[in-house]
């Protein structure tokens, strides 16, 4: 079991997520919202290019729905994500710059959090994953 201090911030919680690059030994570290209801966990595309992926070049490209409307996006197969002390490889990630507004980074989304038991208790202010 992992288990993290509670970070709400306005709308959204708030979580640190290590993205491994492209050759499995770099990474950056970025904030993100945990987010119940993505269905795929997003990164921006510069920080997936940073890591070595070729957003130009993805797996797919797929259209998802967002606050400004549908966006066709591309999808890329992270080498991995690592979040509240757990990691899940082989992960296809979202590459999507959100806007400045939005406070984060990108999206923790059920393609990570299927791997888990999630408890989120707000009365404690913790965060576990086991």
Do not use: W
């Amino acid at each position: 079991m992992q288990r993290i201090r509670l970070q709400p911030v306005s709308n959204f919680i708030l979580v640190s997520v290590k993205v491994i690059g492209i050759d499995g030994k770099s990474f950056r570290d970025i904030e993100v919202a945990l987010d119940t209801g993505a269905t795929t966990s997003s990164i921006p595309r510069y920080v997936a290019s940073a890591l070595g992926y070729n957003v130009s070049n993805p797996k797919r490209i797929e259209s998802v729905v967002t606050g400004s409307g549908v966006e066709e996006v591309p999808i890329i197969e992270g080498k991995g994500l690592t979040a509240i002390g757990q990691t899940v490889e082989n992960i296809e990630i979202i590459c999507h710059d959100l806007p400045v507004e939005a406070y984060v980074e990108g999206v923790l989304g059920l393609n990570f959090l299927m791997n888990f038991d999630l408890n989120i208790s707000f009365s404690k202010g913790t965060i576990e994953l086991t």
